[in-house]
């Protein structure tokens, strides 16, 4: 289902954090953001949804980059619950898939609940001032589709907060997996 783009859920601020890089480095996100915009995707290493878009995630995060506009994922997932993702095998993931950026773990989950995010893949698209300007899917490729005409909705998003100032006015919700919460949290 489209969401209008005017409504009140874009044009916040992205909540600032320092989070574990699978580098093993603690980055945070004036270190990791664009000058151009800035792209956070909240997935993890066990999902289907997630698994569908992995490459594609890595190939737009290259072509985004080429106009200094970062990508950014956060696995926030309990792993006592979901071992499969791990710290290890968030290593694992970023390797078997070429991420090229940054791929850093919510262990706390406060970075997850600071955003909002839902699901994963959640994807969420700020402009160079980190202003929320995109929230939706990467692409309208879906599961189980033999569709091979593939809309780049993130990346035309993202170059047109880049140009314009402004995301589009009709966004495609992301779907797939629950953030898999901590219980007594």
């Known amino acids: 289902m489209p969401v209008n783009a005017s409504n009140d859920n874009l044009g916040w601020l992205a909540p600032t954090f320092k989070l574990k890089d699978v580098s093993n480095d603690i980055m945070t996100l004036d270190q990791l953001k664009g000058n151009n915009g800035t792209v956070i995707a ?33 696995m926030s997932n309990d792993v006592t619950q979901y071992p499969q993702d791990s710290f290890e095998n968030m290593k694992i993931f970023s390797k078997k898939y070429n991420f090229n950026f940054s791929y850093l773990y919510d262990e706390t989950q406060k970075v997850a609940k600071s955003y909002g995010a839902v699901c994963t893949p959640d994807i969420f698209g700020f402009d160079g001032s980190l202003k929320l300007m995109y929230r939706g899917r990467i692409d309208s490729g879906v599961m189980n589709s033999n569709n091979s005409q593939i809309e780049r909705e993130l990346y035309k998003a993202m170059l047109k907060i880049k140009n314009d100032g402004i995301g589009p006015t009709e966004q495609m919700n992301s779907f797939g997996c629950s953030i898999k919460w901590k219980k007594n949290e």
């Open 42 to 74: 909240f997935i993890c290493n066990h999902c289907p949804y997630v698994i569908s878009i992995a490459e594609r995630l890595s190939f737009e995060a290259i072509e985004l980059k080429k106009f200094s506009i970062n990508t950014i994922a956060i």
